[in-house]
């Protein structure tokens, strides 16, 4: 079973950084990722990290702007946004695969102001 727990969202100007932090007390190290929903679009896979760090994949929407990364000692992944951009707003959930289920955050939200 996972508890996923969001931090580091909220207001930033265009051009600016956030960085989120996800963390899972769990127990267990998953692969897992970030995904993104603003207001009427769907759900959208930004970024993934498998459970040993080394394999990443990122949405052609965020490529050389975010970077996901892992400590699992700390047990959390982080999501590092540079160059944010207004269409970067949205609710970020991060979420862990769990053979082929998942298991998801709470959401924190993430505002781009123009």
């Known amino acids: 079973q996972v508890q996923l727990v969001e931090s580091g969202g909220g207001l930033v100007q265009a051009g600016g950084s956030l960085r989120l932090s996800c963390t899972d007390s769990g127990g267990r190290m998953y692969d897992m990722g970030w995904s993104r929903q603003a207001l009427g679009k769907e759900r959208e896979t930004v970024a993934r990290?498998?459970?040993?760090?080394?394999?990443?994949n990122y949405a052609d929407s965020v490529k050389g702007r975010f970077t996901i990364s892992r400590d699992n000692t700390k047990r959390t992944i982080y999501l590092q946004m540079n160059d944010l951009k207004p269409e970067d707003s949205a609710t970020y959930y991060c979420?862990?695969?769990?053979?082929?289920?998942?298991?998801w955050g709470q959401g924190i939200q993430v505002t781009v102001s123009s």
């Open positions: 979420y862990a695969k769990i053979g082929a289920n998942y298991g």
């Open positions: 990290i498998d459970s040993t760090g080394f394999r990443k």
